[in-house]
């Protein structure tokens, strides 16, 4: 097959979770491949954003949640599914591409269920340690399956599974610049959900930490609601910080920080892990079958993070591990050692090179 003919689908739902693994195999898609990558997801206005500043098009398709839905919800989601496979299926007719890739979310659903019936090549990525609600019934009928966590092998079938990591973009796989060993610099995000107890918690933890003011810097990336309110707390408890809603400059951020404390969602743990970061991870506690839990454990065990239960994480809590961490450097080099070794970089071009043998068998 020429290259310049392949044409790729890549699907998946609009949360960052499954469009950023998305987005980054679609620019390997188009590096390795010089493929005609078409992204097909859900019509929300800050995915279309992303998808357009990273210049992949992309089409809306038709797909409703079922999980976390109310009876009523989840029977409209059910009498709507022939409709959602039928307008799926004549999108793929339309663009005909030689293989569909399923990142998760529902959207990914009635399109992966429509390249089978069409006898499209289909192969699924899925980030978590424990798969989602979609990806558990596409891998029934995929090809070749992706896994972020090795352990998520265990509800495939052996023979099409594949462990390669979680896709990330580029930017986190660069060389970063010389991290200055002082001041210690603590990054915090609290993702793009249930960021505001950690916000509460980190300023509480500043008055144990009082004693460290002068050796530590804070960068908190807070969410829209909480930006004011902890600026004015890390000012009023006289901590150096850096204090920002969102920030596009996450690499480089993650570059200069000495700890994380974040949420466990995938792509931040491959961020991570790429940089060698150390970290305290408090999962979001209402993800979907508690999958941010299993996925902080992965690296726990590996002794590239802590835990800390979002109903256990105080103030007096993290300011005893970032005080434990100061004092034990010997600890934290172990730990971003652990956290380097568990780095799959080369996620996104085994990924790619998994589709391409689908389509030459073809």
């Not at 679609?26 to 500043?53: D, Y």
């Not at 591990?321 to 070794?341: D, G, N, Q, Y």
Request: proline letters at 6%.
């Amino acid at each position: 097959m020429h290259q310049e003919s392949l044409r790729v689908v890549i699907v998946g739902g609009g949360t960052g979770g499954h469009l950023f693994p998305g987005i980054a195999a679609a620019r390997e898609f188009q590096a390795a491949w010089g493929a005609e990558v078409t992204f097909l997801t859900t019509p929300k206005a800050v995915t279309a954003r992303i998808l357009e500043s990273y210049r992949i098009p992309w089409r809306a398709v038709s797909s409703r949640a079922l999980l976390g839905q109310g009876l009523f919800a989840r029977l409209r989601t059910y009498f709507s599914l022939p409709g959602h496979l039928r307008e799926a299926r004549a999108v793929l007719k339309e663009l005909a591409p030689h293989l569909v890739l399923g990142v998760g979310g529902h959207a990914a659903g009635p399109v992966g269920v429509a390249a089978w019936s069409l006898r499209i090549p289909l192969a699924i990525h899925e980030q978590n340690a424990i798969p989602g609600f979609t990806n558990r019934w596409l891998g029934r009928l995929a090809d070749r399956i992706f896994l972020s966590f090795p352990d998520t092998a265990k509800a495939f079938p052996a023979e099409r599974t594949c462990w390669v990591g979680n896709p990330i973009r580029e930017e986190f796989l660069a060389s970063p610049p010389p991290r200055p060993d002082a001041p210690f610099t603590v990054l915090l995000m609290g993702g793009s959900q249930g960021a505001h107890h950690l916000n509460v918690q980190t300023i509480a933890a500043l008055p144990w930490l009082a004693d460290y003011r002068e050796r530590l810097h804070f960068i908190h990336l807070t969410g829209e609601a909480d930006r004011e309110t902890v600026a004015a707390g890390y000012g009023q408890a006289g901590f150096s910080a850096e204090v920002e809603a969102f920030s596009h400059e996450v690499p480089r951020l993650m570059a200069r920080a000495h700890l994380l404390v974040c949420r466990a969602g995938a792509s931040s743990l491959a961020e991570l892990t790429a940089l060698g970061r150390a970290a305290l991870l408090v999962p979001y506690p209402f993800a979907a079958n508690n999958h941010q839990e299993l996925n902080a454990r992965f690296l726990e065990s590996a002794g590239a993070a802590q835990v800390i239960l979002n109903k256990e994480f105080t103030g007096e809590v993290l300011a005893a591990k970032i005080r434990h961490l100061l004092a034990s450097p010997e600890m934290l080099a172990a730990m971003e050692t652990a956290s380097l070794s568990l780095a799959k970089p080369h996620a996104a071009q085994e990924i790619v090179a998994g589709c391409r043998e689908l389509v030459d068998k073809t």
